[in-house]
């Protein structure tokens, strides 16, 4: 079996890795598991239209994430997965009125097979506003550098914490639980979500498994 992963992020294609393996190459059957896009430069792309990382609902961003599993779908596979993370609207929050979260698609060429959402954190409040700053930054589109290096979470998580690179170790989920929840463990509960339909038993049926 070989499935195609939306990013580059190699913590994003570990996840991926495991959770098949658990769920199909424990057996011994073969799995390969490919990168896919430059995530970077997908993401700089979107920014550039103001998509994320503020998504209106979860709605909003399970189709920018199924996008992604569309766009980086080739016939070679049995399916690809991508995975997303942003910031949506909470009412009822008590701290900043947003939470942080994840979604998981996986498409097969024809439709969507799963989708998979990872757990909730309500952010501190000078991260959203800090990022909504950044986000002005795109209005300016003359300085292109500038967007690139500022307009993302990549940049806070470096701002915050001073590590190059944070976001594709800890994560934004690491940061805010203090290390408790891995972000390893964390995309692989996202990505879990959406792939256990194709594989786990209770949804073993020919109208979720046929290709």
Partial sequence: MKVKVASINPTKIKAVEEVLYYYYGRNG?????????DEFNR??????RGIGPFYENEDHLRIVTESEARESYSEEFLFSVAVEEGFIPFASGVISKYFYTQCA?????????GVGFGQKIEPPKRFIDRLKELKSLRSDKS???????????????????GIPGANR??????????NYQDRLDYIKG???????????KPYRHKEINKK
């Fill in 190 to 200: 996202t990505v879990a979500c959406a792939i256990a339909p194709r594989f786990s």
């Fill in 169 to 178: 170790t800890f994560g934004m989920i690491g940061l805010l639980s203090d």
């Fill in 29 to 37: 059957r073969s799995l390969k598991v490919f990168d896919g896009v």
């Fill in 43 to 48: 993401k700089i792309s979107l920014w550039s």
């Fill in 143 to 161: 300085n292109l550098d500038e967007l690139q290096e500022k307009a993302n979470i990549e940049f806070l998580l470096h701002e915050e914490t």
């Fill in 105 to 113: 698609v996986v498409y097969n060429g024809q439709r969507v097979i």
